[in-house]
């Protein structure tokens, strides 16, 4: 890239980075100050919170004498919230990612740390053997990569249990609990840019459906795509890929106990200052938080566009752009026109007196006196229905029932994975448990071997499972299904 390309890239983000325009702002310092301090230890706070410890900082600041400003804490916080420093959701305020960028940027101007390059170079190396491994097309290769891995798992095994404990001196325990606290603190990034993209998706499409004559179907279609395609992002995919490795508990329970044993140690804590100590403790808590508040935005945002569809205000918009057009098309005519005044027009303003001496004197219509409602009670019981039981139930097991009756009526004899083939299974487990207990109930011989087959949950995710080789066929099932003890 040239540098005339390079100059004017710097100058667009100069002009539109809220980042940028935070680190120029006259009173960054204090905004930065503002901002580090209130959001250490929890990612929201209340707005009236807020506002009383700004308070309290500019009245302590102008005794001081280093922040000379006459505006109060409510000013500076709109005025934050309007340039794109802050976000206010529920009474709720949270940092933006231009914030987050620039904070993160004056942290590394005073954290860079100098004795991190074997650390790196480590996590250079280890990612870049996972990345081989998974693109190499070679069977051999693949398997001669992972035995070089193995190799060097099983050689510390040996040294361990031949006695030998490799010990890290005190700048190799700094070097990498600082790195474990640097690499935890950029993983709440991707949460701040998916919320502006959900945000800037929200934009957009009101800004299409007002300037697009389109239908309600155009719209939801629209809302779809444009759905799928925020998944498709970056932040949206590193967000989806993350949110599965969170909703794993054997590897969430795995990364808290790990974490709390590492902070434990006080020779390795020591190296940590009390806020990031404090991070790392909380960091699975912070995460949780952090992935609800995504799934909060983006479930805020599906409720206003339908509300906004439904209210028929888009279409609103659309009457009013399109007469305001017109409106515009009229005026500039008007300005071709010579001895506008002297035009003659049939217009006529009716007029006459008013008829209503006083307020109190016109009629009113009044309404109705009273409402007759028929109301019966009904005494509430303290167990669920049948009806609401089933209701709960996302796979009806009676229906499945009467899939596989179907099934083996048209296709003869076959295994519960020869039934997953007739039948896919798209509900993951619970569906093909479902499966079994039909097999269960009509008691279908077990051929006493094991048989696999793919499956798919309701997230799309492909599974293969093993599940025991059960015949079934139509003469094991009652006349009436209603029988079957499901």
Not at 140 to 166: F, H, P, S, Y
Not at 415 to 430: D, F, K, Q, T
């Amino acid at each position: 890239m040239s540098f005339q390309s390079l100059q004017a890239k710097y100058k667009i983000a100069q002009q539109e980075s809220r980042a940028w325009a935070l680190l120029r702002a006259d009173n960054a310092p204090y905004i930065l100050a503002f901002l580090d301090d209130i959001f250490t230890d929890d990612s929201e706070i209340s707005y009236g919170e807020a506002r009383l410890l700004l308070d309290a900082v500019l009245e302590r600041s102008r005794e001081l004498g280093t922040w000379e400003t006459q505006n109060n804490a409510t000013t500076y916080l709109n005025q934050w919230i309007r340039q794109g420093w802050l976000r206010e959701m529920d009474d709720l305020l949270t940092k933006t990612d231009s914030a987050e960028t620039a904070l993160r940027f004056c942290r590394n101007l005073h954290q860079r740390a100098s004795n991190t390059t074997a650390s790196h170079l480590r996590i250079v190396q280890e990612a870049v053997r996972e990345l081989v491994v998974a693109l190499s097309d070679n069977s051999d290769d693949r398997i001669a990569l992972l035995e070089n891995k193995k190799a060097d798992i099983q050689r510390e095994i040996d040294a361990i249990n031949a006695g030998v404990i490799i010990e890290l001196d005190d700048n190799h325990k700094r070097e990498r609990i600082r790195e474990i606290y640097q690499l935890a603190s950029l993983l709440t990034a991707d949460f701040r840019h998916l919320e502006e993209e959900i945000r800037q998706f929200d934009q957009s499409l009101r800004i299409a459906m007002i300037s697009d004559d389109s239908s309600r179907g155009a719209v939801l279609q629209s809302v779809m795509d444009k759905e799928e395609l925020l998944a498709k992002t970056e932040a949206g995919g590193a967000f989806e890929g993350f949110f599965q490795l969170l909703c794993d508990p054997n590897r969430a329970t795995e990364l808290r106990e790990q974490l709390r044993q590492i902070l434990a140690k006080p020779d390795v804590a020591s190296h940590l200052a009390d806020n990031q100590a404090r991070f790392l403790g909380q960091l699975m808590n912070e995460l949780n938080n952090e992935s609800q508040r995504v799934f909060r935005v983006r479930r805020r945002t599906e409720q206003e566009l339908r509300s906004y569809i439904e209210s028929g205000q888009a279409v609103e918009n659309q009457a009013v752009d399109r007469l305001l057009s017109k409106l515009e098309k009229i005026a500039v005519n008007f300005s071709q026109l010579d001895n506008l005044h002297k035009i003659n027009t049939s217009l006529s303003l009716p007029t006459g007196t008013v008829q209503i001496n006083s307020p109190t004197a016109q009629r009113l219509k009044l309404p109705s006196e009273k409402i007759e409602t028929d109301t019966t009670l009904h005494q509430n019981s303290h167990n669920a229905s049948d009806m609401v039981l089933a209701s709960l139930e996302t796979v009806k097991i009676g229906q499945v029932a009467e899939q596989i009756f179907a099934c083996l009526k048209q296709s003869g004899a076959l295994s519960v994975a020869g039934l997953v083939e007739c039948l896919p299974i798209n509900a993951g487990l619970e569906e093909l448990v479902a499966f079994l207990r039909v097999a269960k109930a009509v008691n279908a011989p077990d051929l006493g071997q094991r048989e696999s087959c793919i499956i798919h949950d309701k997230n799309g995710e492909r599974l293969q499972v093993s599940i025991p080789m059960l015949l079934l066929s139509v003469d094991l099932f009652p006349t009436d299904l209603n029988e079957l003890p499901l």
